[in-house]
């Protein structure tokens, strides 16, 4: 009987070992992803000068033998239409506010979607951990560039009040080829300061969030565009960000 038990002591202790090697090094590879991460506390009162986003478009243009000209304008976050404001919200991350940079439940249904279809798939982001991305990583689908995002959207959070991740966000996210930032968008796109967008405009320029490279915000023929306005103006008169009369002007203009 004793013979018996030595081989099954022996797998058990490789097991163990085995274990023990893992856990090991999930801990050491943490210690890592936080020692190496960057600091953010000079972003309390100094804008950036360049991304990450922004340096990886600029060296994917040149692996092409291109030369990406980068459009950006710093605008004051009071300056930034509340309307822009709320609807970027609504869209993007609607419980920014009260959330501490994750949205625990967001992500939960994000992880069981990519679950289901077997992939890495957008969502689940809140948009701190899309500045996160923005300002220090890069576009890579990976469990490893999310867990940094995590980490360092806890850290934005602790460090930078709601207004000014939400600031730094919209002067700095994705907008077009080489174009970042609500106000150089609107200057690009509808030849205006950000401040002096309407609805319709305000609508289009946040529809094209998620897909800033594929989607044209002037575009009359993209279906995902109208579908995307559509989704917007209906959860902007649901929570009175805009009236009655408003929503069905704006309408008209994306109907499919």
Known sequence: MAEKTKPKRKILKRI???LLFLV???VLYSAYVL??????DDLKHKNPETTAIMEQRIKEAAEKGEKL??????VPFKAIPQLLKDTVRISEDTDFYHHKGIDYYEL????KRNLKDGKKARGGSTITQQLAKNLFLSTEKSYTRKAKEFVLAKKLESHLSKDRIFSLYLNVIELGKGIFGVEAASLYYFHKSVGQLNLNEIVRLASVIPKPLKVNPLSNSSRYLKWRANLLLDRLVKYDYITEKEYNNAKEEFKN
């Open 16 to 18: 163990l070992l085995v």
């Open 24 to 26: 090991v090094g999930v």
């Open 35 to 40: 020692l190496t991460l960057p600091e953010v």
């Open 69 to 74: 000209h980068i459009r950006q304008q710093w």
């Open 108 to 111: 939960k249904e994000a992880i």
